[in-house]
Structures are given as structure tokens and as C-alpha cells.
């Protein structure tokens, strides 16, 4: 079992930074690719970004390449999402996400692909 406590969010200006970080509990996190996803209310859960086993690969949505960058502290059993240039449109509760698979040869970009999800923190950024 893991467990992933997300920590990080808060209240924002258009323009802001925040640095999202997920905790993860399980002696075993180098061997978890992971991956961050968002809803906003009255949408679907989104991806935002996902990182390999070794934090080689990366993968970012359309909307975050270039503002948001996914990192991972092996060490610490934390990965992180370093937010810039945020915009209200990023007005969301984040997710951190823990998957079996490596993120080599895939993105990780789909919900289905992760096996443990974090409670979620919110994100607001105000206009």
C-alpha cells in the first residue's frame, strides 16, 4: 500500500509561482513512475505532468510545457511540481499519482495507468 499526502497549494496571483510536493510513504518509490493530474470543479480530472522511475523522463500536457516543471527527490520519497506563470485557468485541486510502470516507452498520461492517488491540494489563482 502507498499512501501520498500532497502538500503545497494555496491562494495565488495571476503570474505567481507555486511549488506543489507529494509525499510518499512506501520504501520502494524509486520504482514508481509518477504523475500529477487536476480538476477543476465541473471537469474531468486532467493530466498535468508525469516523471520516470529515474526522473529521465518527463512528460508534460500541452497546458503546462513551459510553466510547470515535475521533479523527484528519490531520496526524500517526494516528487514536486514547480508551478510558474500560473493563470487562473490553472485554478484546480492537484493530484499526485503513483504508478507500477516506469514511464519509459509511455507518457503517463492517462488516469488508468496509476494505482494510489493523494487526497488532492488546491490551487486558486485570482485574476
Request: aromatic share 14%; glycine share 12%.
Amino acid at each position: 500500500q502507498v499512501q501520498l499526502v500532497e502538500s503545497g497549494g494555496g491562494l495565488v496571483q495571476a503570474g505567481g509561482s507555486l511549488r506543489l510536493s507529494c509525499a510518499a510513504s512506501v520504501r520502494t518509490f524509486s520504482s514508481y513512475g509518477m504523475g500529477w493530474f487536476r480538476q477543476a470543479p465541473g471537469k474531468e480530472r486532467e493530466f498535468v505532468a508525469a516523471i520516470g522511475w529515474s526522473a529521465g523522463s518527463t512528460y508534460y500536457a500541452d497546458s503546462a510545457e513551459g510553466r510547470f516543471t515535475i521533479s523527484r527527490d528519490n531520496a526524500k520519497n517526494t516528487v514536486y511540481l514547480q508551478m510558474n506563470s500560473l493563470k487562473p485557468e490553472d485554478t484546480a485541486a492537484y493530484y499526485c499519482a503513483a504508478s507500477p510502470l516506469s514511464f519509459a516507452t509511455n507518457s503517463g498520461q492517462y488516469s488508468g495507468q496509476y494505482v494510489y492517488w493523494g487526497q488532492g491540494t488546491q490551487v486558486t489563482v485570482s485574476s
